[in-house]
Structure formats: structure tokens, C-alpha cells
């Protein structure tokens, strides 16, 4: 971990656009300030892995050791991320950033200037999405969080919606949940499989409302019945928009069981059997 000057520290500031994600925007830098446990140091780090960034901050942490715990939580973060993270104090951090203080606590109106107005972290990201300038999101203590004094020499104050009766969340794991909110200013792709799927042909579809009919009429159900129940299945298909695979996953299965059912009648028919009963 190495340390930093003031000169430094905006020599990073003015750098960091060169790691930016799409557009030429800057990735925030994560600040803790005074962490009490190496282990919520690493944490944050692999969060800050998952979620595209990579400058992390420490304003009077806790000695941070290459075999200790923070690496040990840190993941594949202690590549890079942990053993890159910057002593700085909290004068610097102010004087060279764009700050969002993280806090439990709220204000409830413009009285509790320090913890009033916030925003949620959904509001932050929409909100920074307009801030074209070094940013530092700014994480307290574990016991205690940021105090008063120092959230009033912030910039924006931001606070995760939680149950009134325990809203306090781990530094961890509000570390955790505030990047994944802000991952559209930090991550370019993901893991995930694009999700936009293409609607099956018309034709494909009227053929699975023709085979589903053929089904309807085989099963006996009386006239009013199945067309009622028609009418609901093309209402679902419409809602559902099935892909090409999955209507013909649909046809394949009818077109059996017509199969099998025509071929039912067929020898009821020839052994003088009754046919599949109709509804009375």
C-alpha cells in the first residue's frame, strides 16, 4: 500500500479519466476512512473488483498484511486493487475531489444539515451521470461511520433504504450494494448473456394455435368451452412473446399428442370401442 501527498493525490484525480468506462467518463475512487478490520478492507476491494473499479483509498487504515485478513477477503482484488490502495488523509481527499459521503443515518428535513437532503445510491447514479469531474465515494468507520463535522465538508450524501428497525448495514456489505447501484458508470459488459430476445414468426405461431385447436376438438370439450379456452391460451402466448425455439418446442409437443390422440380414435373405431368421452 503506498502512501500519498496532496500533490499526488490530484495528480490521480486528474489522471483517473484514463480509466474510464464508456463515453470517456471517470470511475469513481473508493475512500474508507479510519476501518477498524483489514477484513472489511479486502471485502470492499473485491467489491470494488466485481464492479469496475480500481483506485481505493485509505485515510488512517489499520496495517495492512500481504498473509493477513484483508488479503484473504479480498479475492482475485488482491492482485491488484489491495496492494495498489493509497494512504491519504481526509484533507486531501476533500480538497481534490467531487465527495458522497455514505451515512445510516439521515436527516429528516433541512434542519439536520449534515445528513440532509440524501440520496439513495439509484438517485446517486442518476445524479453522476451528469458530474463530468473526479469523484470520490467516502465510506466511515464501522462502529461509528462518517461524523457530523465530516459530512458537512462533503459534497452529496448518500444513504441505503434499509428496514427502519435495523437500517445500519455492515461497512462490507454497504460497500457492496452502493457499486452495484452505480455499475452502469463502472462496468462496460458483463458476465451476462445478451437478454433481448426476438419474437417467433407469426406463421410459427398460428400453426401452434391450429395444432393447440386440433387438441382442443379431440378432448371433447364442448364449443363455447373451447373457445373460451382458445382465446385464453393466444391471450398468454401474446403476453409471453415466445422465441422461435420455444414455439417449436410447443409444435413438436402437439403435434405428438394429436398424433397419439387421432391415433386413439382411430382404433376406437375399429375395435367398436367408445371414443374419448365428450363433455355433456
Not at 489499520?62 to 494512504?87: K, M
Not at 476533500?94 to 443515518?105: E, K
Not at 418446442?249 to 382411430?266: I, M, P, V, W, Y
Amino acid at each position: 500500500m503506498s502512501g500519498g501527498e496532496g500533490s499526488e493525490v490530484s495528480a490521480t484525480a486528474t489522471d483517473e479519466g484514463s480509466d474510464d468506462s464508456g463515453g470517456g467518463r471517470r470511475k469513481p475512487v473508493v475512500v474508507v476512512v479510519e476501518p477498524e478490520t483489514p477484513g472489511n478492507v479486502g471485502t470492499i476491494a473485491r467489491a470494488m473488483k466485481n464492479f469496475g473499479l480500481s483506485d481505493l483509498k485509505l485515510v488512517d487504515p489499520p496495517e495492512i498484511e500481504e498473509d493477513g485478513e484483508a488479503y484473504g477477503f479480498a479475492g482475485h482484488a488482491r492482485e491488484d486493487v489491495l496492494p495498489n490502495a493509497e494512504e491519504v488523509t481526509f484533507d486531501e481527499v476533500v480538497a481534490n475531489y467531487h465527495t458522497v459521503g455514505t451515512t445510516a443515518i439521515t436527516g429528516e428535513d433541512d434542519r439536520s444539515h449534515e445528513r440532509f437532503p440524501f440520496k439513495t445510491p439509484a438517485e446517486l447514479r442518476e445524479s453522476l451521470k451528469t458530474v463530468d469531474a473526479p469523484t470520490a465515494i467516502v465510506f466511515g468507520r464501522e462502529g461509528r461511520g462518517l461524523n457530523n463535522e465530516e459530512l458537512s465538508r462533503l459534497d452529496e450524501v448518500c444513504s441505503i433504504p434499509a428496514d427502519d428497525d435495523y437500517p445500519v448495514l455492515n461497512l462490507g456489505q454497504a460497500a457492496t450494494v452502493l457499486l452495484y447501484e452505480l455499475r452502469d458508470l463502472t462496468v462496460d459488459e458483463t458476465q451476462l448473456p445478451d437478454t433481448e430476445v426476438t419474437r417467433a414468426p407469426e406463421a410459427d405461431v398460428e400453426r401452434f394455435h391450429e395444432f393447440f385447436d386440433e387438441f382442443l376438438a379431440a378432448t371433447g370439450q364442448r364449443d363455447h368451452v373451447r373457445e373460451k379456452n382458445a382465446l385464453l391460451v393466444r391471450r398468454l402466448l401474446g403476453r409471453a412473446h415466445p422465441t422461435e425455439r420455444e414455439i417449436h418446442s410447443l409444435l413438436g409437443t402437439f403435434r405428438k399428442a394429436n398424433a397419439k390422440l387421432e391415433h386413439a380414435d382411430h382404433l376406437a373405431a375399429k375395435y367398436d370401442e367408445p371414443p374419448y368421452p365428450t363433455e355433456q
